[in-house]
């Protein structure tokens, strides 16, 4: 789809796409969660912005989510990668936990309970990166050694 009322200059708003350059960002003209979250509390506090505004911030916003939701992979029950997201580590699904933070922390000795008040992460939560990393080692290939040629007594 062409959006002909969402422009993007990189002098305004740091190049934030917006409503016909309105300062306004297009990805939810002050929409969200169904609610107006524009001054005033609603779109009326709004003169400069018409109907087919609205209309196309709200698909353009819809795109925005269907884009955001390619770059999403699931790896693993309850595990995803975003590129956008701790560097594209896995981490729990829906948060910014990454899993070898959680099993760090449990091979260091935190309780499961201190991991969940600490990660702010549910039981499942955390079982979930257990069995993540209990999958990863069981199908990595087996480590050989690399032996440096200039030690005595290794090939």
């Known amino acids: ?60 916003a819809a795109e925005a989510v269907r884009e ?24 729990i699904a829906g948060t910014r936990m990454d899993v070898a933070t959680v099993v760090a922390a449990l091979g260091a000795g935190e309780s499961c309970e201190e991991v969940k008040r600490n990660c702010s992460l549910s039981r499942e939560q955390v079982l979930t990166a257990l069995r993540y990393a209990a999958h990863v080692a069981a199908h990595l290939p087996p480590a050989r050694p690399s032996f440096d040629r200039g030690q005595k007594g290794k090939p």
């Open 68 to 91: 955001r939701e390619r770059l999403l992979m699931e790896v693993f029950p309850g595990v995803s990668v975003d590129a956008g997201v701790r560097f594209g580590k896995p981490c």
């Open 1 to 60: 789809m062409k959006f002909t009322r969402i422009t993007v200059n990189d002098q305004q708003m740091g190049g934030v796409p917006c409503i016909r350059g309105l300062r306004i960002p297009g990805r939810h003209g002050g929409w969200h969660g169904g609610r107006w979250h524009g001054r005033g509390g609603s779109p009326e506090c709004l003169p400069d912005l018409a109907a087919a505004d609205i209309q196309e911030a709200l698909h353009y």
